[in-house]
């Protein structure tokens, strides 16, 4: 491999690592939120689910920021395609996203009922659309996204906003959701006691279970979609040139990392094997802590799967397979990415560092009495 190769890769890897961040991270708030309503009883009772997450997800934030920034820098065309392509489903995110600061600030501002339930489902929109969209734009990746280039390398998209909604990718966006609403329910469960924790384990022991049978038939149903082969490129140490390749479709081309190198099959195994793992830990009631580890091994484990399948594709185009985007042909120059590494290397240990100091610092379950004693601190 020559150098340029070899970043080429590390970055899609670092990139891989970012997703795998956000999902973990920002996704058991999400998950969070979506439960709030549903294990929480009273008014009481939902407010501490909400003030298990309220002081760590504006931080948990800080790994959309990176993974945006990290496919702007290092993938830039990538950023041009998936951004301008996927528009309007950004807008819808970005819309559910919005919901959540002023759900938390807002919410218990207000002693009426009429008031704090309108934001509870604020809370829960803003926890269901963004895990349901993260699922689909995936599922839409694996099967190819119809867009192409002209001669002078300007994006024309094809396809419409609805048309992102399509069976498969409904699909991987109901399966985003159950492995989120798990990982919530996980983490829930570490940091309340009582009714809270068992009703917590409940919902997350349903989503794991969910989880479990819509990844097996979303493995079923890949086999069988017809997915880009690379025929012919000028060399993966070459400068970026989005149509320098041939590619053609073939019928389980989502397998073909796995035949050629049966190693990669371990990762969609652990996170059949985590998230019977994290079934078998919810349902003894035990050790909640060591649960929402699996549980947050099963959300890497199935997101690392489709990078997996991807693998050299990062947005196949259904339009025009030859102008599909694969790691040798989408990255920024090789300065750039020697650049950005050591910034990586820097700065995001000292992100994981503060992060753990925190959840160290915020140690502890949230109670009722807890949140009825600081009433006006807490959310």
Not at 135 to 162: E, K, M, W
């Amino acid at each position: 491999m020559n150098t340029y190769e070899i970043f080429r890769l590390i970055w899609w890897a670092i990139l891989g690592v970012l997703l795998i961040g956000l999902a973990v991270m920002d996704g058991f708030d999400l998950g969070a939120a979506m439960l709030s309503p549903i294990i929480g009883k009273t008014d009481s009772e939902r407010r501490v689910v909400i003030n298990t997450v309220g002081p760590v997800w504006e931080g948990n934030q800080v790994w959309l920021i990176l993974g945006g920034g990290a496919i702007f820098a290092a993938w830039p065309m990538l950023y041009a395609v998936a951004f301008s392509g996927f528009y309007f489903a950004m807008l819808l995110l970005l819309m559910a996203l919005i919901l959540r600061p002023v759900g938390f600030k807002y919410r218990s501002k207000l002693q009426s009922t009429a008031w704090r339930n309108f934001w509870d489902a604020a809370l829960f929109v803003g926890g269901l659309v963004p895990a349901l969209v993260y699922g689909v734009a995936f599922g839409n990746v694996l099967q190819g996204v119809p867009f192409t280039f002209d001669n002078f390398l300007r994006i024309s998209y094809t396809g419409t906003f609805l048309g992102l909604f399509n069976p498969f990718a409904l699909l991987c966006g109901i399966i985003s959701v159950s492995m989120l609403l798990m990982h919530g329910g996980a983490y829930v469960a570490c940091k309340t006691e009582g009714e809270i924790r068992a009703r917590a384990q409940c919902a997350a022991d349903i989503a794991a279970i969910c989880t479990i049978i819509l990844f097996a038939m979303a493995g079923v149903w890949a086999a069988h979609i017809n997915f880009y082969t690379v025929t012919s490129f000028a060399g993966t140490g070459a400068p970026s040139d989005m149509m320098a390749k041939t590619v053609s479709r073939t019928a389980g081309g989502l397998l073909a990392n796995y035949k050629a190198l049966p190693i990669t099959l371990a990762v969609p195994a652990i996170a059949f094997i985590s998230a019977l793992f994290t079934l078998l830990l919810l349902r003894r009631a035990r050790r909640p802590g060591l649960t929402f580890i699996t549980s947050g091994l099963t959300v890497a484990a199935i997101i690392g799967t489709a990078g997996v399948s991807l693998f050299p594709f990062l947005l196949p185009s259904s339009s025009d397979p030859g102008a599909s985007l694969i790691v040798w042909d989408s990255s920024s120059g090789l300065l750039t990415l020697q650049i950005m590494l050591v910034a990586t290397i820097i700065f995001l240990p000292l992100i994981l560092l503060y992060t753990s100091w925190i959840y160290y610092v915020l140690r502890g379950p949230v109670t009722v009495a807890h949140i009825e004693s600081n009433d006006h601190s807490v959310y």
